[in-house]
């Protein structure tokens, strides 16, 4: 049997246990462009203080050779914590900026997801057959375009503006280290600048193809929506079964109110309306039971078997049952002809009528 093809978007409840796992949707290019552009321009501001810190570096190590007849173990020892620290002084400042770019603009797109469920082992992955497929995957061929559009985009930025800057590479000879050292740095910042812009529009379009070739990797088929739809909601027909249950009970606990009631008023056959007043409690006669066809002929039966009087007033019953919940004194409009019915009743029990109906 063909697998069913999955056409419907994923569902809140999907995309929450797929973030779980670590399988969002990110674009790398623009970290990478985020990555390049803070990187130079963090290169170009510290530029002066790195000159300064290898000129120390360079002087410091000369000096020692001047100093030194014989280098011993302790010697190399010592070359080695101070060269280190030399370069932990010079490269540690563009490693941590390096570091929090990266980890912002990946947190960025991310919405600050941390989860190490990705960096499970998945032996799935093994399989070479899995391996063929995607290769020539359209993912694949989608970053082999990318690949090779960066590389002709980036060699020729970098063949133009070296041509450009050609003519004057004659007067390098005429300057000092810091002029040779601002002139090949501003023929890179002007690369870097420019492939920043072209990244910056490929980033765009990647993270649109990424967005979409995500949301089309999680539908769902319409089956498994419903099976979802069941596991979170629980089975319709079960609920069906359940509303069916509780009505019943509720009929069977309305059915043992009518004995208590002290009239039911129908309409003859198709509505019947119980109404019951306690006049130590309540402000206006309740509706203990209603109900429409068979479930009225049943109040009334009832009614019939415990002496309850039963009244005919067709508008009356109408109106209480539709105006009236089981449960809910009746309201205003209504008090004037339940007061009339009562008050028959009660005549024939000898019961005086309270006056808040009248």
Same mark, same amino acid.
């Given at each position: 049997?063909? *697998?069913?093809? +999955?056409?419907?978007?994923?569902t809140?409840k +999907?995309?929450?246990?797929q973030?779980k796992e670590?399988? #969002?949707f990110? &674009?790398? %290019? #623009?970290?990478?462009?985020?990555?390049?552009?803070i990187?130079?321009?963090?290169?170009?501001f510290?530029m002066?203080?790195?000159?300064?810190? *290898? &000129?120390?570096?360079?002087?410091y190590?000369?000096?020692l050779? =001047?100093?030194?007849?014989?280098?011993?173990d302790?010697?190399?020892?010592?070359?080695?914590?101070?060269g280190?620290?030399?370069?932990?002084?010079?490269?540690?400042?563009?490693?941590?900026? @390096?570091a929090l770019?990266s980890?912002v603009a990946?947190?960025?797109?991310t919405?600050m997801?941390? /989860?190490f469920?990705a960096l499970?082992?998945?032996? &799935?992955?093994?399989?070479?057959l899995?391996g063929?497929?995607n290769?020539?995957s359209?993912?694949s061929?989608v970053?082999?375009?990318? &690949?090779?559009?960066?590389?002709i985009v980036?060699? =020729?930025l970098?063949w133009?503006n070296?041509?450009?800057?050609?003519?004057k590479?004659?007067?390098l000879?005429d300057?000092d280290?810091?002029?040779?050292?601002?002139?090949?740095?501003?023929?890179?910042m002007?690369?870097?600048?420019?492939? @920043?812009?072209f990244? *910056?529009?490929?980033?765009v379009g990647d993270?649109?193809y990424? +967005?979409?070739?995500?949301e089309?990797?999680?539908r769902?088929s319409?089956?498994?929506v419903?099976? %979802?739809?069941?596991n /979170?909601?629980?089975?319709?027909q079960?609920?069906?079964?359940?509303?069916?249950?509780?009505?019943e009970?509720?009929?069977?606990r309305?059915?043992?109110?009518?004995?208590?009631?002290d009239v039911?008023?129908?309409?003859?056959?198709?509505f019947?309306?119980?109404l019951?007043?306690d006049l130590? +409690? $309540?402000n206006?006669?309740?509706v203990?039971a209603?109900?429409? $066809?068979l479930l009225a002929?049943? #109040?009334?039966?009832?009614?019939?078997?415990?002496?309850?009087?039963?009244?005919?007033n067709?508008?009356?019953a109408r109106g209480? =049952? $539709?105006?009236?919940d089981i449960g809910?004194? #009746?309201?205003?409009?209504?008090?004037?002809?339940v *007061?009339?019915v009562?008050a028959?009743?009660y005549?024939?029990k000898?019961?005086?009528?309270d006056?808040r109906l009248?």
């Amino acid at each position: 049997m063909a *697998a069913e093809e +999955k056409t419907e978007p994923a569902t809140a409840k +999907k995309r929450r246990e797929q973030r779980k796992e670590g399988n #969002i949707f990110q &674009s790398k %290019e #623009i970290t990478t462009v985020a990555l390049v552009a803070i990187m130079f321009y963090s290169l170009k501001f510290l530029m002066p203080f790195l000159l300064q810190t *290898a &000129s120390e570096a360079i002087h410091y190590f000369w000096s020692l050779l =001047y100093e030194w007849e014989t280098i011993g173990d302790q010697d190399v020892i010592r070359l080695g914590i101070e060269g280190a620290a030399f370069w932990a002084k010079s490269a540690l400042p563009l490693l941590l900026i @390096c570091a929090l770019v990266s980890v912002v603009a990946t947190m960025m797109q991310t919405q600050m997801l941390v /989860t190490f469920k990705a960096l499970r082992p998945k032996f &799935s992955k093994l399989n070479p057959l899995k391996g063929l497929q995607n290769m020539v995957s359209l993912r694949s061929m989608v970053e082999l375009v990318k &690949s090779i559009l960066k590389i002709i985009v980036l060699g =020729y930025l970098v063949w133009r503006n070296f041509i450009k800057h050609l003519e004057k590479a004659p007067r390098l000879m005429d300057m000092d280290i810091m002029g040779t050292v601002d002139f090949i740095g501003d023929m890179v910042m002007t690369t870097v600048l420019q492939a @920043c812009v072209f990244f *910056a529009f490929l980033a765009v379009g990647d993270y649109i193809y990424q +967005k979409f070739s995500y949301e089309k990797q999680i539908r769902m088929s319409k089956q498994e929506v419903k099976e %979802e739809y069941k596991n /979170t909601e629980g089975d319709p027909q079960i609920k069906g079964k359940i509303r069916q249950k509780q009505r019943e009970m509720a009929q069977h606990r309305m059915m043992a109110d009518v004995p208590s009631a002290d009239v039911v008023i129908r309409n003859p056959t198709h509505f019947a309306v119980a109404l019951r007043f306690d006049l130590d +409690k $309540d402000n206006a006669p309740q509706v203990i039971a209603k109900g429409a $066809d068979l479930l009225a002929l049943r #109040i009334v039966r009832i009614a019939e078997e415990n002496d309850v009087p039963i009244m005919e007033n067709k508008p009356l019953a109408r109106g209480l =049952y $539709d105006a009236v919940d089981i449960g809910r004194e #009746i309201p205003e409009q209504f008090y004037g002809p339940v *007061a009339e019915v009562l008050a028959f009743v009660y005549k024939l029990k000898n019961k005086k009528l309270d006056g808040r109906l009248l």
